[in-house]
């Protein structure tokens, strides 16, 4: 057998202590089990990420070696065969009478995960020879098992478990996963109460809430001192309940609202006015699948909800309102939502039409270009508005030129109603003044009997009058 070989018989101390500090205005304790107490002070060091590593050496006939050699400590988490999770290589060790020490991770930092594995070994390779066999596996200090979890960390840096935090007062507590989508918290249980979530209390104020997801799937908010829900999210609807009374503020001046052209805020002064939350809307249900911006028809028929449709020209139905883009406030059967996007109210069975306000809508041309001001009613586009010309019903009145509208559609002031060109209007109002200043034809023999009658009937009155004063003077 070569006399280089070489027989080691290890004698390895390791030692692992993971420090979790806290900012705080005291020392930092931490107890093991009860059974140890490890005082510093706030102040503490990095805990270097390297373990010292000594053994003794021995020839092949079983004299202790001397000299220096070459040595390669491999860990693996087999025991035999695998790859190496670190490897390092130590040139020229002192070897005296078999005693040797090497600093594992000084030169090559240790992987920072290494000691996550539960079992690990150490493989020695002494140049020129093999891996020695077998590998020695790597064991705690026996009371340092007690290290991978404090019972109370007065102040810590880092801290991967904790069940209590103290005295927190100098530093906020931070959840960071960086760019991991993952959660920074996370509270799993299968309890169904608000123990099974998180509390906030406050001493001074001598009140406690606490929030949980029950077992029915929705995310319930408590006062836990008088165990009263106060909100409520609904898993089924995605809806949010209040459970206590809402005392809304009370508003000192007024509610405004700003049309938008985009969604980009905030507005920079473009006059091209589309997107709007200055409409009072209501949910109609409807036969068919409705666009923002279309001029709606009242359905005449009795329904358990008021249905609507298309506007066109060959109905007569009662034009109601338009398809809103942004309402500034809707009305859904019993539910209120105030100011924002409508497009999940909008469906093949369900729309929200804007009633009063004003409200972006589809337009034609077929009349003419629109000026500010127009009277606007059904075109033969089912649900566009053009240009009324004519005597009808009208949506009402256009805010904004069919010169400055985009994407086919501008501003409209909501007056539902009639309209009569002013040509009809004057001619209607002549007629009037000629039928009041004109006497009423006699053609009608009644007629004329009745005002035979009338005049019979004054002359007598005077003939009555006359006698009443001849038998005056007599007497």
């Not at 020392?27 to 503490?44: G, K, R």
């Not at 995605?238 to 009370?250: D, S």
């Not at 009613?377 to 009145?397: N, V």
């Amino acid at each position: 057998m070569n006399e280089r070989r070489l027989k080691a018989t290890l004698v390895l101390v390791v030692i692992g202590m993971i420090a979790v500090m806290m900012q705080s205005g005291r020392a930092a304790t931490a107890y093991a089990s009860d059974l140890a107490t490890v005082s510093a002070e706030t102040n503490i060091a990095d805990i270097p990420n390297a373990f010292s590593y000594q053994g003794t050496l021995r020839k092949a006939n079983g004299d202790l070696a001397n000299g220096t050699f070459n040595i390669t400590l491999n860990i693996y988490d087999v025991v035999t065969g695998g790859t190496a999770l670190h490897s390092e290589t130590f040139t020229n060790v002192v070897v005296r009478n078999g005693n040797f020490g090497v600093v594992v991770g000084d030169a090559k930092a240790i992987p920072a995960n290494l000691f996550d594995n539960a079992n690990l070994y150490v493989g020695l390779t002494v140049a020129p020879d093999a891996e020695m066999l077998p590998r020695q596996r790597l064991f705690p200090v026996p009371w340092a098992t007690q290290a991978d979890a404090a019972k109370t960390a007065v102040s810590a840096t880092t801290a991967e478990t904790a069940n209590q935090l103290l005295n927190n007062t100098a530093t906020n507590l931070i959840l960071n996963r960086g760019s991991n989508n993952g959660a920074a918290l996370a509270i799993s249980s299968s309890a169904d109460s608000y123990g099974a979530g998180i509390t906030m209390a406050n001493t001074t104020g001598n009140a406690t809430f606490g929030a949980y997801v029950g077992s029915d799937g929705n995310w319930h908010f408590y006062n836990t001192g008088s165990n009263t829900e106060l909100l409520q999210f609904r898993k089924s609807d995605n809806q949010a309940v209040f459970k206590a009374n809402v005392n809304a503020p009370k508003f000192t001046g007024a509610f405004n609202g700003i049309c938008y052209s985009s969604f980009t805020v905030p507005y920079t002064g473009n006059q091209n006015l589309l997107i709007c939350n200055q409409d009072v809307a209501e949910t109609f249900a409807t036969d068919e699948l409705s666009e923002a911006g279309d001029l709606m028809v009242l359905i005449p028929e009795d329904r358990d909800v008021p249905a609507v449709r298309l506007a066109t020209q060959d109905s007569q139905d009662a034009l109601i309102g338009v398809v809103s883009t942004n309402p500034g406030l809707v009305f859904d059967q019993g539910k209120s939502y105030f100011a924002g996007d409508n497009s999940n109210l909008i469906t093949d069975n369900k729309t929200v039409v804007a009633m009063v306000g004003r409200v972006p809508a589809k337009f034609s041309l077929e009349n003419g270009p629109i000026a500010v001001g127009d009277p606007l009613t059904i075109s033969s586009t089912p649900g566009a508005a053009m240009k009324a010309t004519e005597a009808g019903q009208i949506i009402g009145y256009a805010m904004q030129s069919s010169d400055n509208a985009q994407a086919d559609k501008l501003l409209v002031w909501l007056q539902v109603g009639f309209y009569l060109p002013p040509a009809a209007l004057d001619a209607l109002n002549t007629d009037v003044r000629n039928a009041s200043a004109q006497p009423a034809p006699m053609d009608d023999p009644v007629a004329q009997l009745q005002a035979q009658i009338a005049d019979l009937s004054s002359q007598l009155a005077k003939l009555s009058a006359q006698v009443d004063q001849l038998q005056a003077v007599q007497k």
